[in-house]
């Protein structure tokens, strides 16, 4: 069985920097693309990046673009998510997934093409 386990949230001022990390176990990593999401209070869940099993194709929000970073090491089944400049309106938690399409980067920001979910970890960004 899949299980996903997000860590490295916590309180940060805005400016400053956090890095997420999803370690997974209970199916083959390296053939799977990972994504990252997130949810703030009150608002549904959205897509913020996302790469391929390689890690060379990266996919990424319009309010992340050139701030995150998403990246992966296959040997240690884990994805990273490199936060910088962050703002306030970046609170909320984020989960990791994972979709056995691999690949395949059609709908790649849609929730339901992700088979597996981590339970999150909490970013809460101070003005």
């Known amino acids: 069985q899949a299980q996903l386990v997000e860590s490295g949230g916590g309180l940060v001022q805005a400016g400053g920097s956090l890095r997420l990390s999803c370690v997974t176990s209970?199916?083959?990593?390296?053939?799977?693309?990972m994504g990252w999401f997130r949810q703030a209070p009150g608002k549904e869940r959205e897509f913020v990046a996302r790469n391929g099993p390689s890690g060379l194709r990266t996919y990424y929000s319009d309010s992340v673009k050139g701030r995150f970073t998403i990246s992966r090491d296959n040997a240690k089944n884990t994805v990273y998510l490199q936060m910088n400049n962050l703002k306030p309106e970046d609170t909320g938690v984020y989960y990791c997934a994972a979709d056995p399409r691999g690949p395949t980067y059609a709908q790649y920001s849609t929730e339901s093409v992700y088979s597996s979910w981590g339970r999150g970890t909490t970013v809460t960004v101070s003005s």
């Open positions: 209970g199916f083959t990593f390296r053939s799977y693309a």
